[in-house]
Nanobody, 127 residues
Framework: QVQLVESGGGLVQAGGSLRLSCAAS????????MGWFRQVPGKEREFVAA????????YYADSVKSRFAISRDTAKKMVYLQMNSLKPEDTAVYYC????????????????????WGQGTQVTVSS
């Protein structure tokens, strides 16, 4: 059974940085895409970034491109989201997701295509 556990959230001032971590277990993940999404109360879950586990190709939402960086450590089965130049509008609960669908039949940007989710970690950016 695939399990994802996020950590690294917290309170930071605008302009600061945080690194989120996602520990993955229960699978080989070689054909997976791993993604970060975020959600604020009353809004839909929003795509942030994704990475192809095998090839390391990365994908970003326009709102975070050039500020955030997703990476993975295949040996440790970890996925990271380095967040720089944080803004108050980045405040949300951040979720790590795993998508096992074949790359040709899925959209990494669509949360509905992700099979597994972590419990989320709160990120709060103060102005």
């Amino acid at each position: 059974q695939v399990q994802l556990v996020e950590s690294g959230g917290g309170l930071v001032q605008a302009g600061g940085s945080l690194r989120l971590s996602c520990a993955a277990s229960g699978g080989t993940f070689s054909n997976y895409a791993m993604g970060w999404f975020r959600q604020v109360p009353g809004k839909e879950r929003e795509f942030v970034a994704a990475i192809n586990w095998s090839h390391g190709n990365t994908y970003y939402a326009d709102s975070v491109k050039s500020r955030f960086a997703i990476s993975r450590d295949t040996a440790k089965k970890m996925v990271y989201l380095q967040m720089n130049s944080l803004k108050p509008e980045d405040t949300a609960v951040y979720y790590c997701g795993a998508n096992s669908r074949p790359w040709y039949s899925t959209s990494y940007y669509n949360g509905n295509d992700y099979n597994y989710w972590g419990q989320g970690t709160q990120v709060t950016v103060s102005s």
